[in-house]
């Protein structure tokens, strides 16, 4: 029995125009929650809010936020409390993932992924609690990843640090709030088929596909899923913590230790 009233909800969910953060939005809307995406043009925010209005009957609207703009993201923690009249959850998931082997990387190229990664979270995060006190309670939601905080990837190590660097936020950001009954916790998706994950190509897919014990990649559902739970009243004793959603792709310890799926 879920005590949860979730049509009493207001969701933030950055870098909701696609990927894991559309699949997070349309599970919200599906449940009655007020929804706000968030993408870095308006256009295309308001586009994929109509759109995810139509497949689930909620009440989402969208809003262009870079979060390379600390006003922009001061304003979008205002507008979420204005359009819903309370804000409860915010799902920090855009991020970027440029490939940049080391030797050729430019302190552009870290500034970039740390920015939007690293910087953004720390920011949305900073400018919704305020917003959650007043509503009395609060769920902050990040999108890390298991590249950085568990595994590392050649071409990725600006981005494993981002990804590894919110955890190190997460910790104590999960302190400071807590006496407000407001909760900071992670999920960390393994290796999942969205429009983001579509660069480097299909031979890269089902490379990386025969590498997960559970035999292939996720499904932005698969993520989606962890986080209304981490968003629940269920979940208020849970702060600080990481839910790794990876089909079990971090487990084996060796080639040995791994029983490949059968292959049709
Ligand atoms: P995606 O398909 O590339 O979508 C990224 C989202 O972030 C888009 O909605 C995009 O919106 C937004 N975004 C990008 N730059 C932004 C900026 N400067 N300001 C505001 N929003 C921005 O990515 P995804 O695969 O769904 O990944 C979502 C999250 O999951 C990321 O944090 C990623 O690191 C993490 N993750 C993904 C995987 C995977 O295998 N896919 C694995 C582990 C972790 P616009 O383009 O509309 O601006």
């Not at 894991?20 to 870095?40: K, P, Q």
């Not at 999942?192 to 299909?202: C, D, F, K, S």
């Not at 899923?225 to 979940?235: C, G, I, K, M």
Request: with cysteine; proline share 6%.
């Amino acid at each position: 029995m879920t005590t949860t009233h979730w049509q009493d909800r207001s969701v933030i969910v950055t870098g909701g125009t696609r990927g894991i953060g559309r699949g997070i939005a349309e599970l919200f809307a599906r449940r009655g929650t007020s929804v706000l995406l968030t993408g870095r043009t308006q256009s295309v925010a308001t586009e994929v809010a109509r759109q995810v209005v139509g497949a689930t009957g909620g009440r989402v609207s969208g809003m262009g936020v870079d979060l390379r703009d600390p006003q922009a993201i001061e304003d979008m923690a205002a507008e979420a409390e204005e359009r819903h009249g309370h804000l409860d959850v915010l799902c920090s998931n855009a991020g970027i993932f440029p490939e940049k082997p080391l030797g050729e990387m430019t302190a552009a190229d870290v500034d970039e992924v740390l920015a939007v990664n690293l910087r953004g979270t720390i920011l949305a995060a900073r400018a919704c609690v305020p917003a959650m006190r007043r509503a009395g309670r609060g769920r902050i939601v990040l999108t890390s990843s298991i590249t950085g905080p568990t595994t590392g990837y050649t071409g990725w190590s600006h981005y494993g640090a981002s990804k590894a660097g919110q955890l190190g936020f997460l910790r104590g950001a999960a302190l400071e709030p807590a006496p407000h009954a407001i909760t900071v916790n992670a999920v960390l998706p393994g290796n999942v088929r969205t429009e983001g994950l579509a660069e480097p190509g299909e031979p890269y897919l089902r490379r990386t596909a025969a590498s997960i014990p559970l035999g292939r990649l996720g499904e932005t559902a698969d993520i989606a899923h962890a986080v209304p739970f981490l968003a629940s009243d269920e979940a208020a004793f849970i702060t600080g913590q990481t839910l790794t959603v990876d089909g079990g792709q971090t487990l084996p310890e060796s080639l040995d230790a791994f029983t490949p799926a059968p292959t049709s």
